[in-house]
């Protein structure tokens, strides 16, 4: 019987190697293709960072979702300050603006259940200590919260500006508004003379870096929650003007001599208000600190002609054009405050709210020139808007927080 001695043949390399090269190219190109940029199925993805056991909530993307429709509020809240109200103010993007979902890197941030958050927080009073951007997020939630529960009392608990309590879960929310935490006021030079007279100062500001504002100093006595913010007001020429109306630094009721800058100002202050709000806050309170809204002004600052006309949020490129340190551009601020506060909650119990950099994006969400503004609002956010997304990162982390509690 004749055997068959003849080897396999083998495959020729070359057609093989096509064949692979084929697919690894049209493998390529079909995902480039899903990652391109529309409307439909935007993508503006940041860095992405390293998947930790716990989210990082503040890098992701913004997606565009038409059918997107949160469960929260809309236009006809009546807390909602007019310049806010968008819709109302005939924004042309305005409807537009709450389409546009975050989604965090391999993680998810649904949107807060408004009456899961009622019975939760039962018998808890949760206070907004800071400017009008924290105003801003404090309407957010009321009105997520009003939409659910109308049974609302309306009083001014411990020196709030607004407050309200949702009387069948006795939860009660409250702002209070101060611009740079530490008390300020008007100063003059004293005719029988003084340190800062003999240095040529006639009138400015004068900032007590270790007393708080009186709007909110008893606020840690009474809350159990806490969410501070500061920063925009220390930059801000047109109020505390460097020449005509400095700021002028005291600290136990002595003037700092020599004068300080607002940015060694601002630290000063920071390292106090930490220090009070630990110290009086009631047992097992929680405290947040959140990080700085950022402004889109393009052109110029709001007294400039700067605008902020864009109906999409902004490609990463943009982002970091915009708020890169070393373009120290109009709309810096907010990086260079962060830095400050993250020095200065080093080693505190506060936690961080971290809403900057997924902020950054929306340059869209601004009321700019809605209800006839003479100056376009490049800082305040439209509501319903952003803010929103702000208050689901709250109470995530607060939901965390007790949890681990």
């Not at 495959?11 to 096509?18: E, T």
């Amino acid at each position: 019987m004749a055997t068959n001695d003849q080897q396999p043949k083998k495959l020729p390399l070359f057609p093989l190697l096509s064949l692979l090269c084929f697919a690894s190219v049209f493998l390529a190109l079909s995902l480039s293709k899903r990652a391109s940029i529309s409307k439909e199925t935007a993508h503006f993805r940041p860095t992405p960072t390293v998947a930790s056991t716990s989210c990082n909530y503040s890098h992701g993307s913004w997606i565009y979702d038409p059918n997107w429709i949160p469960n929260n509020y809309d236009s006809s809240c009546k807390e909602i300050f007019k310049g806010w109200n968008c819709i109302s103010g005939n924004k042309s993007n305005a409807r537009d603006i709450i389409k546009w979902r975050w989604q965090p890197n391999g993680c998810d941030l649904p949107p807060f259940d408004p009456v899961r958050f009622l019975q939760t927080f039962r018998d808890t009073n949760i206070g907004f200590v800071g400017d009008s951007l924290n105003r801003n997020m404090f309407v957010s939630l009321f009105c997520s919260l009003k939409r659910v529960s109308s049974d609302v009392k309306k009083w001014r608990p411990a020196g709030a500006d607004r407050g309200f309590t949702f009387i069948h879960y006795n939860l009660t929310i409250a702002y209070h508004r101060t611009n740079l935490l530490a008390r300020y006021g008007r100063w003059s030079a004293n005719s029988n003379g003084g340190e800062l007279e003999s240095l040529g100062y006639k009138e400015g500001y004068r900032v007590d870096v270790d007393i708080p504002e009186g709007t909110w100093a008893d606020a840690p006595s009474f809350h159990d929650v806490l969410i501070f913010n500061t920063g925009h007001w220390w930059w801000a020429p047109s109020k505390f003007d460097p020449v005509k109306s400095p700021m002028l630094f005291f600290e136990n009721n002595q003037p700092l001599i020599p004068p300080v800058l607002p940015d060694v100002g601002l630290d000063k202050v920071l390292k106090h208000m930490i220090l009070f709000a630990e110290r009086r806050m009631r047992p097992g309170g929680i405290k947040l600190f959140r990080t700085q809204s950022p402004r889109h002004f393009e052109g110029g600052d709001w007294d400039q002609g700067g605008s902020c006309p864009r109906l999409q949020p902004l490609l990463p490129e943009k982002v970091e054009e915009l708020f890169s340190l070393k373009n120290n551009g109009t709309n810096v601020e907010s990086r260079l405050v962060n830095q400050h506060l993250f020095k200065a909650l080093k080693g505190s119990t506060f936690h961080i709210l971290d809403i900057t950099h997924m902020s950054e994006f929306r340059a869209d969400a601004h009321p700019a020139t809605a209800g006839g503004k003479k100056h376009d609002d490049c800082m305040h956010w439209c509501l319903p808007g952003i803010t929103d997304i702000w208050n689901d990162l709250f109470i995530t982390h607060l939901n965390s927080i007790k949890a681990r509690d």
